[in-house]
């Protein structure tokens, strides 16, 4: 695997970690902020290598486990509307809503489709005038260009029987609530390549400052996090609070100024309910004039739906890094990937899910012996 096995190859890793562990007197608690991260974390057993001053703790970038319930609620009722179309990622359809969740709802009936681009979506439209077609738009920067580009090619073309019902989160934001609050235990972050690969950093440089915290932007192979846990432990240690680029093969400062072009124009600032969490200022984008005839919250009647989350599921303590999967009295019992409870049992990126994946088993061997 060309260009894989380079950044997962074992004695490489020990090399790093080695480094880690002569550098480190902490303690230090360091968040990675990407569900992906978490994800190459457990399955490779890089916390594993870490020395026990140095603690992993898992932040809230799944944008599947943060879409608020209430929106889970809209997509099912927009999807039982008839003649409509509900277009989603397949993560999304297992996540429970209320009372139900969007595979039930396909089940029942509903014309849930699973696409794999916003732009199959808006095909779909064009290709069947007699259907509203919606499109699930979740996702935090990295997923906003190309939702962005689907909304603008509908309104270019004048398609009106396209929308999209908008869920965009922010990390940024994201990051200051967890900061700012009281119950923070975060000394260090590393930050999500793929969205510095579309906003650059220059965002987080105030952050750093403000909290004195160091940020180090960071990849997802076993060697980019463990590199990137090794810059930040060296900022720590030196009491640094600066924003480092460990993902430099990937980001720029600026980052993708196409990209970011298409999003300004699309989209604008907006605050935004997080799953677990709350409403956090400033934190989503919701579409700006003239591209908000395509809200499918607009379009659709769906203003009085009232969610209730579930009170079994921690998972805003977990999307938070208050509490870890398998503190959740809940977790492989009565919330399983079968019976998911909440969000982070289902996504592909989400904290529990990779838990309970990962760390019932020996974690995944790096490429190459390893000591
Ligand atoms: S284990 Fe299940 S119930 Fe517990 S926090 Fe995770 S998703 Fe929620």
Sequence with gaps: MKYIDEYRDASNARRIADEIRRVTTGP??????????????VKFGIDELLPPAIELIHGPGCPVCVTPVELIDKAIAIARQPDAVFCSFGDMLRVPGSRDDLFRAKASGADVRIVYSPLDALNLAKNNPGKQVVFFAVGFETTAPANALAVFQAHQSNIENFSILCSHVLVPPAMEAILSSPDCRVNGFLAA?????IMGYTEYEPLAKKYNVPIVVTGFEPLDIL?????????????RAEVENQYARSVSREGNRHAQRLIETVYQIAPRGWRGIGTIARSGLALRPPFDRYDAERRFDVSEIVAHESEDCISGLVLRGVKKPRECPAFGTRCTPDHPLGAPMVSGEGAC?????YKQSEPAVLAGPCA
């Design 28 to 41: 230090h608690a360091i968040m990675e902020v990407c569900g992906g991260q978490t994800h190459a974390i």
């Design 193 to 197: 390549g793929h969205v510095c690969t």
């Design 227 to 239: 590199h990137g846990v090794l810059l930040c432990v060296r900022q720590l240690e030196e009491g």
């Design 353 to 357: 899910a990779a838990y309970y994946r």
